[in-house]
């Protein structure tokens, strides 16, 4: 039930403000977010070690996933600011320039994690379903130019972040909003929409497809099978290859459904009740405006916890990664030679 305490959040317009209490988020955030940052920062180092320096040929998948990471691991960055935040419930004592800062870098990129997801998505399904033409249009120059793009188009659709992002003075101290001020609302939540309807729902639509019509062609008994005295070799290589297809698909959904579908359908509701709620005060009830604010919050430690499933992506489904790891390990001994053979021996 909403009341009417010191722990409140206010929302809406001065004529239609709710207020409920929010003290689970004080500890709900903090603790998720800082089992994101070490877990993430930790993973995301260590991809970030393999694919620089234990991975001398970048592959397309390579290209994407180091990108993948670097989103992953930007984005854990901005976590402890927001740690600090929460736990000392809702002030902000960095000033409104960084609060904007924060604010863009964490959507920029948790929604560039999306992209590269997709694109990973999209390069497994081209070189599945279309081995032929991926010898065109498969290729690391190319993943490089899409990379660009990448970015490009999440930092100009993320642009407006830096106008929305405000703080404002409270009885307890500065809040820097999540989304904006009252007064800016309306529009804050037409450009969510976009952003939510450009940058998650269409992705998702693709890797839905790709991945439905990627099952359809693994499951058929030709697939991979070659004649002649290369059978028994390419059958490896497709059995191989079947292999990290499926585990691919099958993390990758994981974190589609568990991660960013929860996320975005509470923040709609959220953020649509809200709406109602400032539009129509007498008919709308606070209570449910309540309750779609607390799923909301719930949900947006699932989606920070990607940050943390990605490098596991990599290292599960991804190129040649145990090999790498393998020839670094036999040739970082060199100036050791005892130790070297020592190393060999026991892989």
């Not at 130019?145 to 404002?168: D, E, G, N």
């Not at 719930?298 to 145990?322: E, H, K, M, W």
Request: aromatic share 16%; glycine share 4%.
């Amino acid at each position: 039930m909403a009341t009417f305490d010191n722990n409140t959040n206010q929302t809406g317009h001065s004529a239609s403000y709710c207020k409920f209490n929010e003290t689970f988020k004080y500890i709900l955030l903090p603790v998720s977010y800082a089992l994101v940052f070490v877990i993430g920062l930790v993973l995301n180092s260590t991809a970030l070690y393999v694919i620089v320096f234990c991975t001398k040929r970048w592959k397309p998948t390579t290209i994407y996933m180091f990108n993948l990471t670097m989103c992953d691991t930007l984005y854990v960055l901005t976590l402890p600011f927001l740690i600090y935040y929460y736990a000392d419930e809702n002030h902000w004592p960095f000033g409104e320039p960084f609060c904007k800062v924060i604010r863009f870098l964490f959507y920029t990129n948790l929604y560039g994690s999306i992209l590269f997801l997709c694109c990973i998505s999209l390069h497994r399904f081209i070189g599945i379903c279309y081995p032929v033409h991926s010898l065109y249009w498969v290729s690391a120059s190319r993943a490089r130019l899409v990379s660009v793009a990448v970015w490009a188009f999440v930092l100009l659709c993320q642009a407006p972040v830096l106008y929305f992002s405000r703080i404002r003075d409270v009885a307890t101290g500065q809040t820097c909003y999540d989304t904006t001020s009252p007064e800016l609302f309306d529009d804050f939540l037409v450009y969510s929409s976009v952003v939510s309807v450009l940058l998650f729902v269409l992705p998702f639509m693709v890797v839905m497809v790709c991945y439905g019509l990627m099952v359809r062609k693994l499951l058929e008994p030709s697939w991979g099978s070659e004649g002649g005295d290369g059978r028994e070799r390419g059958g490896l290589a497709a059995q191989r290859s079947k292999q990290k297809s499926v585990k691919m698909i099958i993390i990758v959904l994981a974190m589609f459904m568990l991660c960013f579908l929860p996320f975005h359908l509470t923040r709609s509701l959220y953020y649509s009740f809200r709406h109602l709620r400032q539009a129509n005060p007498a008919q709308f009830s606070c209570n449910l405006l309540e309750a779609s604010s607390i799923a909301y919050k719930v949900t947006r430690p699932l989606a920070s916890a990607n940050s943390c499933v990605d490098p596991i992506l990599y290292f599960l489904a991804g190129q040649d990664v145990r090999s790498n790891i393998t020839k670094k390990i036999r040739s970082f001994p060199s100036k050791h030679k005892g130790v070297s053979r020592f190393v060999t021996t026991q892989i």
